[in-house]
């Protein structure tokens, strides 16, 4: 009775609970992890020997160590070796190469930031001491950070399950673990080379573990933050990267951090941040500003392009939603010969079937503003529509020279990598494409496909099952405002992602 109450009144109280974590780590609890945190202050509670909340709260707010064993209740480390594996494997095999050859004496210095366990930054010393040898120990300086001091006292330990392998090439686990235990591993004297350090990311100041680096993996650790506290901490650890420097998020958390304070790069299909210097950032700054006005207006602008569409096939189809586009965006012109009416009357003439005059009309308009992206992209759509591949892709290649990241142009590329049977550059496109926004499922429609042709079952259930996942929570709706023309309606690709998993599933 006694527990009861103590619980319905530490509910009562989360707010402040609530409060004082997000002012202090960054953490916000809303729907399920209400829960998390309602039981985390209760067991708190009662193991203290606490009856109220506010007593608790007052406690947490004068000793640090209840503070920081409450903190390892509620923080979430999932994690593993090799994990996004992309990442490091462009780090080790180009990245590291490049800052090495431009050095002479300084150790390259590798940040971790949120490093749970540690599988993290012990996965990039064994990368580098495979390729590097016994020389990566003097030629990198390696550190892990985490607000949670229970893991970090299990990363220097270097104790790990099953579970944290799940990811990682067999003969590397071997040549580096040593069991210690039943379903225990230990890693041997590599993890000398990793130095750990409990660290809250949203202090002012961090310690002189994180100081200068050259690389800072930030991965999967801002979702767990709000968007004023994600800005609030990248540009903190902008801030201590050096210059030229380099910041992976994980792919999920790409977008968000695409602020304007580092730049969003992409190099072989994986997209980083990088600390360029300073006349780089303002020529990036005024080609932004020569943006059409349109462009400039649109949320996000042309950077965070946020199209779903892709050019498949049946004009017919395409011409419907073409039209909603067209209707959407008609009440913002203003005025009648701007390259935006001119675009409408280009989607009016394609509409109606007048091709050829639809692209003079777009030729006419990107002339008047090469950075008119929607004049590009509907250029693109005709010639996919027909079959003009090669004309296409020399659109997408326009259009990312205005707009790297316009997620339409790297599904466009896919589809016609795909349509001249290169299924490397296929995969390479659509996984540039979920990079730019995770919940494209025409990106993921399209891999499963391929993947499907090429047998690789696994990879291609986990494609269809995304792509089902974002039709079946709506994004069938967005297709309203796309203008490229599909191949089929949401109802009928949801349909085709069913029949594959089932068939899957039996063969
Ligand atoms: C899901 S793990 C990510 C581990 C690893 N980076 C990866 O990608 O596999 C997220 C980690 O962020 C840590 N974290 C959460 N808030 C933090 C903060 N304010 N400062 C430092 N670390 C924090 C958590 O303790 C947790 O271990």
Same mark, same amino acid.
């Given at each position: ?9 530490a ?7 609530k409060?004082?974590?997000?002012s202090?780590?960054?953490m916000?609890f ?6 998390t ?5 209760t067991?708190r509670?009662?193991q ?6 506010e007593?608790y709260?007052?406690l947490l707010t004068?000793?640090q ?12 480390? %999932? ?9 490091l494997?462009?780090l ?7 800052i ?9 210095r590798?940040v971790?930031?949120g *490093?749970?366990?540690?599988?993290e $930054? @012990?996965s990039?010393a064994?990368m580098?001491?495979e390729?590097?040898?016994e ?6 300086? !390696?550190a ?12 220097k330990q270097?104790?790990y399950?099953?579970g944290s392998f799940r ?12 069991? *210690? ?12 080379q990793v ?5 809250n ?7 002189a573990?994180m100081?200068?680096p050259? !690389?800072i993996?930030?991965?999967n650790?801002?979702i767990?933050?709000?968007?004023q506290?994600q ?5 903190r650890l ?11 998020v ?6 968000q ?5 580092l730049t969003?790069?992409?190099?072989d /299909?994986?997209?980083?941040?990088r600390?360029i210097?300073g006349?780089? !950032?303002e020529?990036?700054?005024?080609a932004?500003?020569?943006?059409? $006005?349109?462009?400039?207006?649109? $949320? ?9 569409g892709v050019?498949?096939?049946?004009v017919?189809?395409?011409i ?7 209707a959407?965006?008609?009440? /913002?012109v203003?005025?009648s010969r701007d390259p935006?009416?001119?675009?409408d009357?280009? #989607? ?5 079937r ?5 692209? &003079?009309?777009?030729?006419a ?7 008119? !992206?929607?004049?590009h992209s509907?250029?693109?759509?005709i010639?996919?529509?027909a ?9 997408c290649n ?5 707009d790297? #990241? *316009?997620?339409e142009a ?7 990598a795909?349509h001249?049977?290169?299924d490397?550059?296929a995969?390479?496109?659509f996984r540039e494409?979920?990079?730019?926004k995770?919940s494209c499922?025409?990106a993921?429609? @399209?891999?499963?496909?391929?993947l ?5 079952k696994?990879?291609?259930?986990t494609?269809?099952? &995304?792509?089902?996942?974002?039709? %079946?929570n709506?994004s069938s709706?967005?297709?309203?405002r796309e203008?490229?023309?599909?191949s ?5 690709y949801?349909?085709i992602?069913r029949?594959?998993?089932?068939l899957?599933?039996?063969?």
């Open positions: 009775m006694l527990d009861r109450r103590k619980s319905m009144k509910d009562r109280d989360l707010d402040r609970f409060e004082l974590l997000l202090s780590c960054g916000f809303t729907n399920e992890r209400e829960l945190l309602s039981s985390a202050v067991q509670m009662s203290r020997g606490i009856d109220t909340a007593l709260h007052s004068t000793d160590d209840e503070f920081r064993r409450f903190i390892e209740l509620l923080t979430v480390n %999932e994690t593993y070796f090799s994990r996004e594996n992309d990442h494997k462009l080790v095999d180009k990245i590291i190469p490049e090495l050859s431009q050095r002479e004496t300084r150790p390259v590798i971790s930031a *490093c749970s366990t540690g599988e $930054p @012990y990039i064994m580098l001491a390729r590097f040898g020389d990566s120990g003097r030629l990198f300086y !390696i892990g950070t985490d607000i949670d001091s229970s893991v970090i006292a299990r990363a270097g104790i399950g099953k990811s990682m090439d067999k003969a590397i686990q071997d040549r580096y673990f040593k069991m *210690c235990g039943p379903g225990a591993y230990q890693l041997g004297d590599i993890r000398h130095h750990f350090e409990v660290v990311l949203k202090d002012a100041l961090y310690p573990i100081q200068q050259d !690389i993996l930030y991965r650790v801002s767990y933050f709000p968007p506290v800005r609030e901490i990248f540009g902008a801030l201590i990267l050096n210059e030229g420097g380099y910041l992976f994980g792919a999920t958390e790409t977008l951090h695409n602020i304007g304070l969003l790069m992409n190099r /299909s994986v997209f980083f941040y600390k210097p006349v780089i !950032i020529e990036r700054r005024s932004k500003r020569n943006l059409s $006005p349109r462009e400039q207006s649109k $949320p996000g602008s042309s950077r965070q392009t946020n199209y779903g050019p498949a096939g049946a017919q189809s395409g419907r939603a073409i039209r909603a586009v067209a959407s965006d008609a009440s /913002s203003t005025n935006k009416s001119l675009f009357d280009a #989607l009016e003439l394609a509409i109606s007048r091709m050829d005059d639809a692209l &003079a009309l777009l030729d308009i990107i002339e008047q503003d090469g950075s008119f !992206i929607k004049a509907l250029k693109g759509s010639f996919m529509s079959s003009r591949f090669q004309e296409a892709v020399a659109v326009a259009i990312l020279s205005h790297p #990241l *316009c997620l790297y599904l466009m590329l896919g589809v016609t795909r001249s049977g290169d490397d550059d995969q390479r496109r494409a979920i990079y730019l995770s499922w025409l993921h429609f @399209y891999l499963a496909e391929i499907f042709g090429q047998g690789d696994n990879r291609a259930r494609g269809y099952e &995304a792509a089902l996942r974002v039709l %079946e709506g709706l967005e297709l309203s203008y490229f023309p599909l089929y309606n949401a109802e009928q949801m349909a992602c029949h594959k998993l089932s899957l599933k039996n063969g």
